[in-house]
C-alpha cells in the first residue's frame, strides 16, 4: 500500500509532528545510499537545530553507489557539511594493488561528493601491498570452474580458511564443480550473518549482499556490463571487498 520512500515520509513526518523523541546523537553509515526522504529523516532524529555538541555524524563513499540512486546534494534536505566535512584517504581493507584495480573500473566516471561536488582520490594509498589481482580469460563457465578450483585450493593449502574466500556473483555451475571437487561451500543470503570461522566453506553471494563485508580472497566473475555504470559501481564494489587476493574471470 505504500512505497519505501512513503514509510520513510510517514516516519519523518511523525517525528517533525513530535510524536517521536528526536536522539542526543546520530551516527549514520553508508550516506550514499539514501534517498532524498531519508535524508530528510535523518535531519528530523537529530538536534541539528538545538546547538548541542556533535549531533550528527554522517559517512558516505560515493564510489560504492550500487542502488541506482541519482546524487542528492545534503543540503537539500537540511544537511549543511561545506566547510565541515573531512576525506578518508587511507585504505585499512585491501592492499594498495586492489585498491589501484579497483578504482580503474570506475576510470572516466565522475563520482560525486555527496554534497552536489565531484570527489577527488588524490592521495589515496593503501596501508599495505600484496599481490597483483590475477585475471583469468576463460571460454566457458567449466573453465571457470577449475581456475576457480585451482585458486582456491592454492590458498587453503597455504593456510587460508574456506571461509575467508568469497565468489561473487553466484553461478551454479561454478559451485556445483566446487562441491564436486570436495569443496565445502556457504551461500550468503539476505538478512542472514555470516557465522565466520564456525562454519567451513568458500563463502557465494550477489554483490549486493556481499557490501559491507571483507574476506582475504574474492573471486569476481566477468566484468558485467561494462558500459553499465552501477554494473562498475558493482564491481568495484564487490572488488574491494577482497583484503589480500583477488581472482578476476573474464569470461568470454
Not at 127 to 138: D, M, Y
Request: aromatic share 6%; hydrophobic share 40%.
Amino acid at each position: 500500500m505504500l512505497t519505501f520512500d512513503g514509510v520513510i515520509h510517514q516516519a519523518r513526518q511523525a517525528v517533525e509532528q513530535g510524536k517521536f523523541q528526536k536522539f542526543r546523537h546520530v551516527l549514520v553509515d553508508e550516506l550514499q545510499d539514501f534517498g532524498l526522504e531519508a535524508l530528510r529523516l535523518i535531519a528530523a532524529l537529530s538536534p541539528i537545530e538545538s546547538g548541542d555538541s556533535d549531533p550528527l555524524c554522517v559517512v558516505g563513499d560515493g564510489h560504492q553507489r550500487i542502488y541506482n540512486k541519482a546524487p542528492i546534494a545534503l543540503s537539500r534536505a537540511g544537511l549543511e557539511v561545506r566547510g565541515r566535512s573531512s576525506r578518508l584517504k587511507i585504505n585499512y581493507r585491501t592492499t594498495e594493488e586492489i585498491r589501484q584495480w579497483a578504482h580503474g573500473l570506475l576510470t572516466g566516471m565522475e563520482i560525486d561528493d555527496l554534497d552536489g561536488g565531484t570527489a577527488i582520490t588524490t592521495g589515496d594509498q593503501s596501508v599495505f601491498k600484496g599481490s597483483s589481482p590475477q585475471i583469468a580469460q576463460c571460454k566457458s563457465m567449466e573453465e571457470a570452474s577449475q581456475a576457480i578450483i585451482t585458486w582456491i585450493n592454492s590458498l587453503t593449502e597455504a593456510g587460508m580458511g574456506s571461509h575467508e574466500i568469497c565468489i561473487t556473483p553466484p553461478d551454479k555451475e561454478i559451485i556445483n564443480a566446487l562441491q564436486t571437487a570436495n569443496i565445502p561451500t556457504l551461500e550468503l543470503k539476505a538478512r542472514q550473518k555470516d557465522p565466520g570461522q564456525e562454519e567451513p566453506g568458500v563463502r557465494y553471494g550477489t554483490k549486493q549482499r556481499i557490501k559491507g563485508l571483507e574476506f582475504k580472497a574474492v573471486a569476481l566473475l566477468s566484468i558485467e556490463n561494462k558500459d553499465c555504470s552501477i554494473a562498475r559501481f558493482a564491481d568495484y564494489v564487490a572488488a574491494t571487498r577482497a583484503r589480500e587476493h583477488l581472482l578476476i574471470l573474464d569470461i568470454n
